[in-house]
Each structure stands twice: as C-alpha cells, then as structure tokens.
C-alpha cells in the first residue's frame, strides 16, 4: 500500500472516530435532557383567565359560567371561561393535572365513583348549586291520580336511581331501607301504591314519558326534550348530597389563582342569580343548594 493511501486510511479512521464520539456525546446528552424533563415536569402556572370544564349537553351550565364572568369574578380579579368536554374522563383528567382548572357538572357520589374507578386526584371543595329534579307525567294532572300499580320511570345509573328514589320516597310513595344515596330498586321495603319501576338511561326518560304513567327525572333533560313543564306534577327539592360540585385539582388548592376562583364560586351573587334570574335555560333548571 503506498504511503498516501496509508494517510488516508488512518484520515478516515479518525474522523469515523469523532463521529462515532460525537453520537455517544449527543446521545447522552439527549437522555439526560429527557430523564430531566420526565423527573420535573413543568409546574402548571394559572393566568388571569381560568378555564372550566362544564357538561356541553347542558347550555345552562355555560350561562352560568358566563354570569359569573361578566358579575363576580372581576372583582377577584380574574377571568372565567368555560370549555365544553363530552368526554367526562377527559375532562376529569384535564383537571386534574392543571390543564383546566376547575369542572363544575358532578355531584359528589359520581364523582367518588369516577375517582374510584381512575385514581383522579380531584377535590370536591363545596356545592354550587343543584340540577331541579321532577316528576312528570304524560297521562295525569296530579300524583293523586296514580292509580295502583303505576308504572314509574327512573334512571339506571347508580346516583340517579338513588336521587329518583329519594324523592318519592320525601313524597311518601314508597320506604327505603338503608343508605338513601345509595339506594336501588331492590332496597324498597314498603309500596303501598305498589308502584312498578322500569330503569332507562336518564336521557331517554322524556322519550319514554308517553308509555309510563311518571317518569322521575332531571327538568333539564324534560326541557331539551321539548316536554312542557305543565306536565311536571312535582318538582321537589332533591337532597344536598346530590349537589353540584366546584371539583379542583387537589394539589392546585394552594395556588393563588385558584383560591381566587374559589372565592368567586363562593359570592352570594351566584345564589341571588339562581333565586331571580329569567333566564329559561337557568330558571328551574340549576337552583340554590338545598339545605338537607
């Protein structure tokens, strides 16, 4: 091999060297930078505006927010927005890692159930208002006309059967044994009216209405289903426990922001404006905070 070839030989071994130096440096590099980033994650910083997570189906939830915002929040100094998630898995898990900062469209025993079944680390911090519950009917004028053996429509789900329940149970169709928010059909111990209950999905109650003689539901639902509430035969005060609740992420309680907009959900402004407002998608819909 002659001398130069030699030369080039040894050139190129050294720059395949460097190269190969070169890749080990950034490669190392690049590790360290994402186990940084992985063990520190980036600290979550609430601006002015403070986004809240409210149910899209119900447009009284975002006139809600949207009082809040125009009324009471600016004297916290901060402002409210409210963002419409179907997803309540996505939601809850938006709030809990700061992405929003608060949701306001569940009552406390589902919410136990969503963290039960997630691990979300939510805090319930207090009840802002309540979704009006009634009792309807497409074939009677009033609950008296029930005759024996009425055909009662109630949600499936677990909270809501308990709520339905409850409430005819405040009325005295039927007796509960045990722990009423957690009360199912099964858990009815006395019926004089020997009433029958048929289980839907709490949306489709205003659908069924016509082949029941009630249905016990939420007036939102009977709304958007374009069911008059001339055909509501009562609308009984439903229990503190199913109150909505100001949901935050738990290790968001301490930031300044979100103490601000705990203050803001908590002004007695929101309770006058639920008593007073005419607005139809608010009135009767989402009242003040039962007391029991």
Known sequence: MSKTNAN???????????IAIAVIVLAAVSGAFFYIKASKPDKVVFGETLKIHYEPAEAGE???????????APDYGIKIEGVGIQDSSLGNSAVASGELAASIYQHELWLREVIAANGFDLTPVFPIF?????IYSDKHASVDELPNGALVAIPVDGGNQAQALWLLEREGFIKLNGERQNAKIKD????????KFKEFDF???PRVLDSVDIAVGYVSNFD???IPRSKGLLFPKAPRIFACQLVIGTKFLDDLQIKKLIQAFSD???KQYLETTDDLLVQGIYTPVSDN
């Open 8 to 18: 080039f030989q040894r050139k190129k071994r050294n720059n395949l060297v460097w």
């Open 62 to 72: 975002e006139r809600i927010l949207k009082y809040i915002n125009e009324h009471i």
């Open 130 to 134: 309540q979704w009006g519950f009634g």
């Open 188 to 195: 009815i111990v006395s019926n004089p009216r020997n009433l």
């Open 203 to 205: 949306l489709a109650l």
């Open 224 to 226: 958007a289903g374009k």
């Open 268 to 270: 007695p402004r929101l």
